[in-house]
């Protein structure tokens, strides 16, 4: 066979054309690429000059695609190449299936062998159609250990129609690969736990496993403890919300109506009711296949986030108040035409300006209450002082009645009303007239009666 050469720009300046340009990969599909040694020594060459792994990657996913029509992924693309092979075997001697067998596993085996180190340098999809292909053609242990390392660190990027893998074993009583799935997530666990995979990593993979829960549950030969073990292979804080795992086991409950009760129990008790939505805790309550324990369990949960929730609007409520914000003092602002519900944090900033409030008040209701006490005492010192002038005065005898001073004072008035002249105050005349006063009888007694 007639070897060509492969062109230089693979090997120049000019290996950025590799991304995006797959019409650069047309050179793989000559006649001379279908050699699997020249193969191996040209992506050999490739990487001495240095090129990018993730280049390496996607040339061996593009050249093993084309030939080998199970790794494209495309339905199309198998049909066609399956017609055609057909074609030639009508046209040539036909190939025996072993024979076939033996070179695809030639072929994998090799592809495995000359993928890059580096992680994350091919997509995870293609090593889960590589993987599928190896288990069905019987390849190397070592190298189907080697697929399933290198599928485990990517497979937060992996999809349900590629994990779903069938089973190849004879021995095997279900139709899905279950068993590779839970070696698969028990591996990406342990990097969780290692702390090298990220928390939103696992909550994909908890997703991903819900999924193929759900599909693997239809099978009949699936057993219980396949099913138990894989659901926990993910850690509990993996899982954000229980539906799916609610729905995979509901389906399993159905496709296999001969589970005996405690097996039931022991299925639903994996069910955290805490984070099952509305929606799937109402289907859970009137879910007949469900054990009375577990269907009170959910009620229970119901009320008692019920409950939690009818406190929470009742404190916030009584709490709410008139503010510049609010000035309704409800939990309705105004915006335009419509009235809008307070969010969780305008209602923590209204407590916050309410319990403010409080503190002012008794501040300046402190404040008051220490005035009062200083006026009071202002007071008693000026009335303790005016009580000693008064003894005082009293004893000097100079201190006279207030009817006394009242009729001086008229007295005083008509005097000088009748022209007498000014009399100075002595202590005599004071004590004069202060007698008078007192003798003098008032003018209602004068009366003709």
């Not at 035409?337 to 503190?359: F, P, T, Y």
Request: proline residues 5%.
């Amino acid at each position: 066979m007639k070897k060509t050469l492969s062109p230089e720009p693979i090997y120049g300046n000019q290996q950025e054309t590799l991304v995006g340009d797959m019409e650069y990969y047309t050179y793989f599909d000559e006649s001379c690429i279908q050699d699997m040694n020249y193969f191996v020594k040209t992506i050999t060459g490739i990487k001495s000059k240095g090129i990018r792994p993730d280049l390496i990657g996607s040339i061996i996913a593009h050249y093993a695609s084309k030939w080998l029509p199970d790794l494209s992924g495309n339905v199309s693309a198998i049909i066609s190449t399956s017609v055609e092979s057909k074609n030639h075997l009508n046209e040539t001697q036909p190939e025996s299936v072993t024979a076939s067998v033996m070179k695809k596993r030639f072929f994998v085996e090799t592809l495995i062998g000359i993928l890059p180190p580096e992680k994350d340098s091919v997509p995870c999809n293609f090593l889960l159609r590589l993987l599928r292909t190896a288990k069905m053609v019987g390849a190397n242990p070592n190298y189907l250990t080697e697929l399933e390392t290198r599928v485990s660190w990517q497979l937060d990027q992996a999809s349900l129609k590629e994990l779903m893998i069938p089973s190849f074993s004879y021995t095997s009583g279900t139709l899905l690969d279950v068993e590779l799935v839970t070696r698969l997530v028990n591996k990406f666990a342990g990097l969780d736990s290692e702390g090298v995979k990220t928390s939103a990593a696992l909550v994909k993979v908890a997703k991903l496993v819900d999924s193929y829960l759900a599909e693997a549950a239809v099978d009949g030969g699936l057993a219980l403890p396949e099913f138990i073990s894989l659901i926990t292979a993910l850690p509990s804080h993996a899982r954000t919300t229980e539906d799916g795992l609610y729905r995979a086991i509901d389906t399993y409950l159905k496709a296999h109506p001969q589970v005996l009760k405690q097996e039931r129990k022991e299925l639903c008790r994996l069910i955290d009711s805490r984070k099952l939505s509305p929606e799937a805790a109402l289907h859970a309550a009137q879910n007949d296949r469900l054990p009375v324990r577990a269907i009170i369990r959910v009620l229970f949960t119901e009320q008692t986030k019920l409950s939690r929730h009818m406190d929470w609007n009742g404190s916030s409520i009584s709490s709410t108040t008139k503010s510049p914000t609010n000035p309704s003092g409800s939990h309705y602002l105004e915006g335009g035409s419509a009235a809008r519900c307070l969010s969780k944090r305008e209602m923590n900033v209204q407590q916050a300006e309410i319990r403010r409030l409080r503190e002012d008040v008794v501040r300046l209701q402190s404040q008051c209450s220490a005035m009062h006490l200083q006026v009071e005492r202002l007071m008693e010192k000026k009335s303790s002082g005016g009580s000693k002038g008064f003894f005082r005065w009293k004893r000097l005898g100079l201190v006279p009645s207030i009817r006394g001073s009242v009729s001086v004072e008229k007295g005083e008035e008509e005097s000088g009303d009748n022209g007498e002249g000014f009399e100075p105050r002595t202590p005599g005349n004071m004590k004069t007239r202060l007698v008078k006063g007192r003798t003098t009888p008032s003018r209602w007694r004068k009366s003709m009666s």
